[in-house]
C-alpha cells in the first residue's frame, strides 16, 4: 500500500461544476499537507496548504480529518483552466520528507 | 527572481552512457531536492540535501546514481550506466529550510530522460 494514495481520475467535468478529490495517508505522524497542481509536461506548482481548521482560497477549499487520515480539495465554478494534475503532498515536518500522491488528473470541458 | 533552473531540459542517450544533471536552487534556497517522475506518477525522492549534507539517500540507487553539492548552492545528479527503465523526468526543487512555508518546494522545470 502507497503512503499516499489518491483517486488517478480522470475527472471530466464541465465547466462551473463542483468537483472533490479525497487523499488518504497511512502514517498517522504525518504534520503538514498540501496540494500541487501540474501541467501537462510542466513542474509541480503550490496550490494551496491544507490547515487543521480547513481553508479557502478563492473557489478552492482544502480540509483535513486527522482521525481518519484523508484531505480533500473542493474545486467550485470549475473553469477551463482547472484542467490539470492535483498532487497531494504529505510532509513529517520535522524529518523535512515529502510523500507525493500520484495525482487526480482532472479536465474541464466547455 | 529567478526559478529554480535546470539543464539539460531533454537529454537522449543509449543505455550504458553516463549522463549527468545540473541543478541551481533559488537563491538563499538551502534545501535541495532530487526527484523522480515517471509518467503517470508523482514525484518520488531521490535525494535531499541541507545545504551541502545529505540527509536523506534512502532512495538513491547507489549503485549506478550519484550527487553532489559541493558549495551547498548548485548540485549535480549522475547516473553511470543509464538503463533503460531510467527513462523519466528527473526534477529538482528548492525549499528555505526554518521558514514559515519551510515545505513549501519550488520546483524547476525538469531534464526528461530518454535511455535508448
Known amino acids: 500500500r502507497k503512503e499516499v494514495e489518491q483517486d488517478p481520475g480522470p475527472f471530466n467535468v464541465p465547466e462551473g461544476a463542483t468537483v472533490a478529490f479525497n487523499c488518504t495517508y497511512s502514517?498517522?505522524?504525518?504534520?503538514?499537507f498540501f496540494w500541487y497542481r501540474q501541467d501537462c509536461r510542466k513542474e509541480p506548482k503550490l496550490l494551496m496548504s491544507?490547515?487543521?481548521s480547513g481553508n479557502e482560497d478563492g473557489r478552492f477549499t482544502a480540509q483535513l480529518n486527522r482521525a481518519s487520515q484523508y484531505i480533500s480539495l473542493l474545486i467550485r465554478d470549475s473553469k477551463l483552466s482547472d484542467s490539470a494534475t492535483y498532487l497531494c503532498?504529505?510532509?513529517?515536518?520535522?524529518?523535512?520528507?515529502?510523500?507525493f500522491g500520484d495525482g487526480t488528473t482532472l479536465t474541464v470541458k466547455p | 527572481e529567478a526559478g529554480v533552473v535546470q539543464s539539460p531540459r531533454y537529454k537522449i542517450i543509449e543505455k550504458k552512457q553516463p549522463v549527468a544533471f545540473w541543478c541551481n536552487p533559488i537563491s538563499g534556497h538551502n534545501t535541495l531536492y532530487w526527484y523522480l517522475q515517471n509518467l503517470g506518477q508523482g514525484p518520488e525522492l531521490l535525494i535531499r540535501y541541507e545545504n551541502e549534507e545529505a540527509v536523506d539517500d534512502s532512495q538513491l540507487p547507489k549503485d549506478r546514481f550519484s550527487a553532489e553539492r559541493l558549495k551547498g548552492v548548485d548540485s549535480t545528479l549522475k547516473i553511470q550506466p543509464a538503463e533503460l527503465g531510467d527513462s523519466a523526468v528527473y526534477l529538482c526543487a528548492s525549499s528555505l529550510r526554518g521558514s514559515a512555508t519551510y515545505n513549501e518546494q519550488f520546483f524547476g522545470p525538469g531534464t526528461r530522460l530518454t535511455v535508448l
Open positions: 491544507v490547515y487543521s
Open positions: 503532498v504529505v510532509n513529517m515536518l520535522n524529518a523535512g520528507k515529502s510523500t
Open positions: 502514517n498517522s505522524a504525518s504534520q503538514s
